[in-house]
Nanobody, 123 residues
């Protein structure tokens, strides 16, 4: 099971810290990805972190603004989202699987998903 938290309403330029907590599986063996889906758009990959807690990947649209980290001892991955823009609005999901983080560009292949959490950027 994956559970996201930390979403909400924030003004442009603001920040949030999203969390994804895993349970019921060997969290430390899985890559964790963050995805988002804006109204009327397809789900897109935002960021991914490997099981080693070090290797990360980001979509071009969020590079320099989003930071992904994880702590396997806490079965948690965080996504720090800064300098938020209205285009960042959407439902954010975390997902887990065992293939490389390059698969963040193919969300349809990820097997395990959280329920999603709303992030709204608006003045």
């Amino acid at each position: 099971q994956l559970v996201e938290s930390g979403g909400g309403l924030v003004q442009p330029g603001g920040s949030l810290r999203l969390a994804c907590v895993g349970s019921g599986f060997r969290f430390e063996y899985y890559q964790i990805g963050w995805f988002r889906q804006a109204p009327g758009k397809e789900r897109e990959g935002v960021s991914c972190i490997k099981e080693n807690e070090v290797s990360t990947q980001y979509a071009d649209s969020v590079k320099g603004r989003f930071t992904i980290t994880r702590d396997n001892a806490k079965s948690t991955v965080w996504l720090q989202v800064d300098s938020l823009q209205t285009e960042d609005t959407g439902v954010y999901y975390c997902a887990a699987d065992t293939f490389p983080c390059t698969y963040i560009e193919q969300p349809q292949h990820w097997r395990y998903w959280g329920q999603g959490i709303q992030v709204t950027v608006s003045s």
